[in-house]
C-alpha cells in the first residue's frame, strides 16, 4: 500500500513538473513571438524612415534653390550632406540586422515635402517672406524625424540592439541641431523683417495709384 502511494506521489510529481515544463516552454515561445514580431515592426519602421531620408536628399535641394537668404541656403546645404550621410547610416543598420537595405514609402514625409513645394509656389521669388515658409517647412520635417528617430531608439534598446541604437541615436542628434539651427536661422532677422514687406496685392494697388 505504501508503495503504490509513493508511485502514486510520484506520477503526480512527474505530471505536475511536466505541466510547469509545458507552461515555461509557452512562456518561452510567447516571449520568442512577441520580439519576433516587434523586430518585424522595427525594421518596417526602419523601411519608412530609409525612404523618408531618400525622399528628402531630393526635396531639400529644390528647397535652397528658392531660399532668399544666404544663411538659409547655407543651412539646408549643410543639412543635406548630414541626410546624405544619414541614408548611409541607415543602410549600415539593416546590414547589422541581416536585411537588405529596403525602402517603404513614407507618405507623411511626402505630405511634407509637398507642403514645402506649396510654399515655394504660393509666396514670391526673392521675398524673406518664402524664406519664413520654407524654415517652418522644414522644422516641419525635423520634428517628424525627431519624433521618428526617437522611438526607433528606444525599440533597439528594448531589443538589446544597442549598437544599433547608438547609431539611431547620433542621427537623432542630429536632426536635433538642425531643428535648433533652423530656428537661430528664422529668429536672426528674418522673421522680422518679413514683417515689414508688403503683400503682393498691396504691391499692386501702390502700382496702380502711381499710374493714377
Known amino acids: 500500500m505504501q508503495k503504490t502511494k509513493s508511485k502514486t506521489a510520484s506520477k503526480?510529481?512527474?505530471?505536475?513538473?511536466?505541466?510547469?515544463?509545458?507552461?515555461?516552454?509557452?512562456a518561452g515561445n510567447v516571449k520568442e513571438t512577441s520580439s519576433s514580431a516587434l523586430q518585424e515592426f522595427f525594421v518596417d519602421q526602419l523601411k519608412d524612415i530609409y525612404w523618408a531620408e531618400k525622399h528628402l536628399t531630393k526635396a531639400l535641394p529644390k528647397m535652397q534653390k528658392a531660399a532668399t537668404t544666404e544663411e538659409l541656403?547655407?543651412?539646408?546645404?549643410?543639412?543635406?550632406?548630414?541626410?546624405?550621410?544619414?541614408?548611409?547610416?541607415?543602410?549600415?543598420?539593416?546590414?547589422?540586422?541581416g536585411k537588405k537595405a529596403q525602402a517603404k514609402k513614407?507618405?507623411?514625409?511626402?505630405?511634407?515635402?509637398?507642403?514645402?513645394?506649396?510654399?515655394?509656389?504660393?509666396?514670391?521669388?526673392?521675398?524673406?517672406?518664402?524664406?519664413?515658409g520654407l524654415i517652418m517647412a522644414a522644422q516641419k520635417v525635423e520634428h517628424y524625424e525627431i519624433a521618428t528617430y526617437g522611438s526607433l531608439v528606444q525599440l533597439a534598446k528594448?531589443?538589446?540592439?544597442?549598437?544599433?541604437?547608438?547609431?539611431?541615436?547620433g542621427i537623432l542628434n542630429e536632426e536635433k541641431e538642425a531643428d535648433k539651427t533652423l530656428t537661430e536661422v528664422a529668429e536672426n532677422n528674418i522673421n522680422i523683417e518679413a514683417s515689414s514687406e508688403d503683400s503682393e496685392e498691396e504691391e499692386e494697388t501702390a502700382k496702380d495709384e502711381e499710374t493714377e
Open 73 to 97: 541656403k547655407d543651412a539646408l546645404e549643410d543639412h543635406l550632406a548630414v541626410t546624405e550621410d544619414q541614408v548611409t547610416q541607415l543602410e549600415k543598420v539593416f546590414e547589422m540586422l
Open 158 to 169: 528594448t531589443l538589446q540592439l544597442s549598437d544599433i541604437a547608438n547609431i539611431l541615436e
Open 106 to 132: 513614407c507618405e507623411a514625409m511626402e505630405g511634407l515635402t509637398k507642403e514645402g513645394s506649396s510654399i515655394i509656389d504660393e509666396t514670391e521669388k526673392g521675398t524673406l517672406t518664402r524664406d519664413v
Open 12 to 26: 503526480s510529481r512527474g505530471a505536475s513538473r511536466a505541466q510547469s515544463s509545458s507552461r515555461s516552454s509557452n
